[in-house]
């Protein structure tokens, strides 16, 4: 009840209400009827002219079409959007050689032709009763004498083709008398290189036990703030009687350069890197009887010599009751890996030497060698070495074990 | 009303069928508009209304899509008072922006009980009005509904104004008794 006044009920009434007060409510007056009137057909008038206009847009816009066009597609465009096809297509193929063939690192190498050659072997076969035969073909040149027991040992001739071995990654301008110079040759490398290698770790060979003299050994471990871990021990020299040195430095200047200077043909022992810290260490440290040897480990002195020299005969480091030489400690390390090697693409002053590992690709690099002055030189550097493409390394490994002539074993 | 009806009343003159729509419809138009209207525009914008609902009832009937012309009246204007107390009621009164202070506190204008409550109020108020008799009913409807003076009423009811005012006062009297007998007091 909050109507002003009480008539206003009456406003929104429903239909049957607006019958009762339609009967109350009087006609319109007549300048009511009058001015409503003229009012409604103004309107009634404005909407009609508002309809023509629509109805005169919307007929403008209609077109009326009839009969068909014959539309004749020129019949050149077939043939021409074909050849383009081909022509696009032929490009992008010579485009996605061209970037192949530049990514590729190998260089670009001349196939050799197909020729056999057939070579004798001797070779010692080894067996037992419970072995069954083992073929171990042997290097040109070499008769391999093994020693067993029991043993039986037979001659055998085998055909070695060369297509059988040939590492066919690439093409190859290979020529037998070439590839010949450049396998002996590396294999010399690789040969001397072990020999350097051997003069550090095979510790028991030419020495003489009659000749000996002991160091002690203080050592302390752990660094500076830490508790030390301390060792006594005592260490055993004997005279190194291999004829083939003389003095200790012939020792060091061999290891130099058939191992260091194999694996970085411009090293020198200027003692700027670690290689000359360790020759320093291994041949160039003389100790006398008596003397007592102190390390730490943490201040990196802790150098034993491998070889020293006293009263003018050389001694090697042959026993100690503690702690792994370095020499075992490399010699262990590499235990169980093969370090390999191959030649290929061999001209008169230029191959490439394959080195890989058979234990993964991660260390196996291609380098170029070149003849300097009638001298073989390995381009051991990263800017003409590069790493040995997968595909190569697997290739590689393959012949290793089916024991291809071709790679030379370390 | 029938377009059948319709053709016996014109004689084939589009403006005597205009004529001829208006008095039949006018008052029955008028009235749903004024209903409508009555608390937002004034009697010109009434007549305006009246107006556009008869300018689209003579479109209709002329394209001959009207049946029952008074049922389309009755719709034309309902639907187009709607829109008129929409126009006019949007002019500012009745619209509060969303930033004001009171928004929250306004409460939704479909209030069931106050519906229910008017409606009942509406119908005894239209049967006591009719229980005033002819013309007290039509006077005070006049007066009080459409706010009509004495001497407008007194043309339509061919009596004075004085007259008017008499029967219009004890009518008003009659009409209050008899309210406050069914419990409306205002």
């Given at each position: 009840m909050n109507k002003n006044n009480i008539f206003d009920f009456l406003e929104n009434s429903e239909d049957g209400e607006l019958e009762m007060i339609n009967r109350l409510t009087p006609d319109l007056n007549d300048d009511q009827f009058e001015r409503i009137l003229e009012m409604s057909k103004r309107k009634r008038n404005a909407m009609r002219d508002t309809e023509r206009k629509n109805i005169k847009i919307n007929s403008n816009d209609e077109e009326i079409v009839s009969g068909v066009e014959v539309y004749k597609r020129p019949k050149w465009i077939k043939p021409v959007t074909m050849a383009a096809s081909f022509v696009l297509l032929g490009c992008g193929i010579a485009f996605g050689i061209h970037l192949m063939r530049n990514l590729n690192p190998t260089p670009p190498v001349i196939e050799q032709g197909v020729s056999t050659t057939s070579e004798t072997t001797t070779t010692a076969v080894t067996t037992d009763e419970a072995v069954s035969t083992i073929l171990v073909p042997a290097d040109k040149n070499q008769t391999t004498i093994v020693t067993g027991m029991p043993v039986e040992v037979t001659t055998t001739t085998v055909a070695v083709t060369e297509d059988a071995t040939k590492i066919d990654v690439g093409t190859?301008?290979?020529?037998?008398?070439?590839?010949?110079e450049c396998e002996a040759w590396i294999r010399n490398k690789v040969r001397k290189r072990d020999e350097a290698l051997e003069v550090l770790y095979s510790i028991t060979d030419h020495v003489d036990l009659n000749d000996t003299f002991t160091i002690d050994v203080h050592n302390e471990s752990g660094g500076p703030g830490d508790i030390p871990v301390i060792s006594d021990y005592t260490i055993t020299y004997a005279r190194y009687t291999n004829p083939q040195f003389s003095s200790l430095d012939e020792i060091r200047d061999f290891y130099i350069e058939n191992y260091l200077r194999f694996l970085s043909p411009d090293w020198e022992y200027d003692g700027s890197d670690m290689d000359s810290h360790y020759v320093k260490r291994y041949f160039d440290t003389r100790i006398q009887p008596g003397e007592k040897i102190e390390i730490n480990s943490w201040n990196k002195y802790d150098i034993i010599p491998v070889y020293t020299e006293y009263n003018g005969k050389i001694y090697t480091l042959y026993a100690k009751e503690s702690a792994m030489t370095d020499a075992e400690y490399w010699a262990e390390k590499q235990h169980g890996i093969m370090?390999?090697?191959?030649?290929?693409?061999?001209?008169?002053?230029?191959?490439?030497?394959?080195?890989?590992?058979?234990?993964?690709n991660e260390s196996s690099w291609v380098i170029p060698c070149v003849k300097i002055d009638g001298e073989w030189r390995m381009q051991r550097d990263e800017e003409h070495m590069w790493q040995m493409p997968e595909d190569l390394w697997q290739e590689l490994c393959e012949k290793l074990n089916n024991g291809s002539s071709d790679i030379i074993i370390n | 009303m029938s377009v059948e009806n319709m053709n016996n009343?014109?004689?084939?003159?589009?403006?005597?069928?205009?004529?001829?729509?208006?008095?039949?419809?006018?008052?029955?138009v008028y009235v749903i508009v004024f209903n409508k209207l009555r608390s937002c525009g004034t009697n010109e914008d009434i007549e305006e209304c009246v107006s556009d609902i008869f300018a689209n009832l003579f479109i209709a009937v002329e394209d001959g899509y009207a049946k029952d012309i008074k049922k389309l009246a009755g719709t034309i204007a309902k639907r187009r008072a709607i829109d008129y107390f929409r126009k006019l009621s949007a002019s500012g009164k009745n619209t509060v922006s969303v930033d004001d202070e009171s928004l929250p506190e306004l409460k939704d204008c479909f209030d069931v009980e106050n519906i229910s409550e008017n409606k009942e109020v509406?119908?005894?108020?239209?049967?006591?009005?009719?229980?005033?008799?002819?013309?007290?009913?039509?006077?005070?409807?006049?007066?009080?509904?459409?706010?009509?003076?004495?001497?407008?009423?007194?043309?339509?009811?061919?009596?004075?104004?004085?007259?008017?005012?008499?029967?219009?006062?004890?009518?008003?009297?009659?009409?209050?008794?008899?309210?406050?007998?069914?419990?409306?007091?205002?």
């Open positions: 190859s301008i290979d020529e037998p008398d070439y590839k010949a370090w390999c090697c191959a030649v290929d693409n061999c001209t008169e002053d230029y191959f490439e030497l394959y080195e890989f590992y058979s234990n993964s | 009343y014109w004689q084939g003159s589009s403006d005597d069928m205009y004529r001829t729509l208006l008095k039949e419809l006018g008052r029955y509406r119908n005894i108020l239209l049967r006591e009005i009719n229980s005033l008799g002819e013309p007290d009913s039509t006077i005070i409807l006049q007066k009080f509904y459409y706010n009509k003076s004495s001497s407008e009423i007194a043309k339509t009811v061919r009596m004075t104004a004085s007259s008017v005012r008499s029967r219009c006062t004890r009518a008003m009297e009659r009409l209050r008794i008899s309210l406050s007998a069914m419990g409306i007091t205002r």
